[in-house]
């Protein structure tokens, strides 16, 4: 990572707990190069609200089918919505977000997307 100007981390914590691979991936952001873009590949969709992430871009059969923050896209009632509801047990559409305060997802210049 010394050097790095992209850090792609594909399913580099699937078989790690929830938090456990929260810390650990705190922990890469901090150490990382200053202006490293992260790219984070997950299927963990409870990574995506978390605050240092800042923008999701969602994938289905190989296509972009949304892309934004944790409140824009949940604001669209779409398939990010959706999955992310039914993770917590929770119906679409409810009023309570998930997402941090200022609205941030995994995505963006110096942050890492998912």
Not at 32 to 50: A, F
Not at 53 to 69: K, P
Request: charged content about 20%.
């Amino acid at each position: 990572m010394k050097d790095a100007s992209i850090l792609l981390l594909d399913e580099a914590t699937a078989s790690m707990d929830i938090e456990a691979e929260r810390k650990l991936l705190q922990g890469i952001l901090l150490s990382r190069p200053s202006g490293c873009l992260t790219v984070l590949v997950t299927h963990h969709i409870s990574l995506t609200t978390e605050p240092w992430i800042d923008e999701i871009i969602v994938l289905a059969d190989g296509r972009i089918v949304e892309r934004g923050s944790c409140a824009q896209l949940r604001e669209r009632h779409g398939f990010y919505d959706q999955w992310l509801h039914l993770s917590q047990g929770a119906s679409p559409g409810d009023s309570a977000s998930p997402c941090d305060t200022q609205g941030n997802l995994p995505l963006a210049t110096n942050g890492i997307r998912a």
